[in-house]
């Protein structure tokens, strides 16, 4: 018999004052990177389920073949936080001083879908699917993943 997949959870302790990425999707199955810069009251309960996934995806979207130019609608600082998506992911970066406020910093013209991903992390991402459409100019993200403009 095969053994169960170790998920270690994340503490939020471990989230303080350190970049922490985390991903979601939206409600029509695009990714998104955020990066909560050691807010950990922005990062959603289920992004701390399992360190192992959470890593897996980071590496599943970090080793995609680029496919398309940067895109950071602001230019400057968020030019070199476009790797994502140039490989199809949006990217959210968080907006300091404002707990679980993210401003959108890239957006891929071909983003990619959770239907592309891997079984094992398309279920990780079922418990990240926000009520949102990813390209909207802020978002503000919870504890619990819900998500307003």
Known sequence: MGES???TVITREELRGVEFDWFAADAHG???QFMAAG???????AALAS?????ALHVWIDTR????????PAGGFDEHLTPPQRRGAYVYDRVMEQSGVYR???????PFTVDDLPEHLRAYLQGL???????EARL???VTGVAAG
Do not use: K, S
């Open 5 to 7: 997949p170790v998920h």
């Open 30 to 32: 695009h990714v998104a």
């Open 39 to 45: 807010d950990e009251g922005g990062v959603p309960d």
């Open 51 to 55: 360190e192992e996934l959470l890593e």
């Open 65 to 72: 073949p680029e496919t398309e130019p940067p895109n950071a």
């Open 104 to 110: 959108l910093v890239a957006a891929p013209r071909t």
């Open 129 to 135: 699917t926000l009520d949102v459409t990813f390209g």
């Open 140 to 142: 503000r993200v919870g």
